[in-house]
């Protein structure tokens, strides 16, 4: 917002959104974009996202428009915060909700100082994760999930990430939730099939709600109508203004 108080989302913007359940990233994107192409009488305007949420996911996005989309990559190298529900006992390829179970395991071994003791000795700090099939990594320039949707074999090398916390908020066997603050690039799907496998079982994704990105938390966050509400009512700073 310039400093006499209008919006301006050719100069560039950047907003906070709650992004709901089964929405993808791109539909918030598409959203702001074609209110904003409305209000701005232009044809297209620049908007996207800092880090993507799963269609299963809820939680903060932020939004970028015009010039702002240059900051994106530095946005997206924020630590991010999350809540997350596992479900041990199965897992899915998609190590979440979008496929069907594969394979039932025993849990009832699983106690509750078993599940802390390798949370903190095996999750927290640098840790190794192999990237979900059903991602959107690219191997040869090509989406990892579009393969793995059309059954071919995906293969994805192990990358290293940083988890600063990780918390057990619940435990409700064969669910626990969990309190995660990690760094860029973590998938908090393959996570689960990782703390599955470490308690001798299988896990997967069950919900998950990104809770915070950076200094910004969920409270803070628009709802997406109250975005567009936003958008539709505020001053804003036109396209000639910006050409005089």
């Not at 950047?14 to 959203?31: E, Q």
């Not at 530095?74 to 991010?80: D, I, N, P, R």
């Not at 059309?150 to 192990?158: D, I, M, W």
């Not at 939730?177 to 703390?195: E, H, M, N, Q």
Request: charged fraction near 30%.
């Amino acid at each position: 917002m310039r400093s006499d108080g209008r919006l301006s989302p050719i100069e560039g913007e950047v907003f906070a959104v709650d992004k709901p359940l089964r929405w993808t990233s791109f539909d918030v994107v598409k959203r702001v974009r074609a209110k904003l192409a409305h209000r701005l009488g232009m044809k297209k305007i620049k908007v996207g996202h800092a880090g993507t949420l799963d269609p299963l996911a809820s939680g903060v996005l932020v939004i970028c428009t015009g010039r702002a989309t240059k900051r994106i990559d530095e946005l997206q190298a924020h630590v991010k915060e999350y809540v997350a529900t596992l479900r041990f006992g199965a897992t899915t390829p998609s190590f979440d909700l979008e496929t069907e179970v594969d394979a039932n395991y025993e849990w009832e071994h699983i106690t509750r100082e078993q599940l802390e003791r390798v949370l903190k000795e095996r999750f927290t700090g640098v840790v190794e994760q192999v990237p979900p099939a059903f991602s959107a990594c690219k191997i040869d320039g090509r989406r990892a999930y579009k393969m793995a949707r059309k059954g071919h074999e995906v293969e994805l090398k192990a990358k290293q990430l940083v988890i600063d916390e990780i918390e057990l908020l619940d435990f409700s066997m064969p669910e626990a939730t969990l309190r995660i603050v990690c760094s860029k690039g973590t998938y908090i799907r393959a996570l689960a099939r990782d703390i599955g496998e470490a308690v001798g079982s299988g896990a997967h994704l069950v919900a998950l709600r990104r809770t915070r990105v950076g200094d910004t938390r969920v409270e803070d966050c628009h709802k997406v109508e109250e975005l567009i509400e936003y958008l539709q009512n505020c001053d804003m700073v036109m396209p000639e203004e910006l050409e005089s």
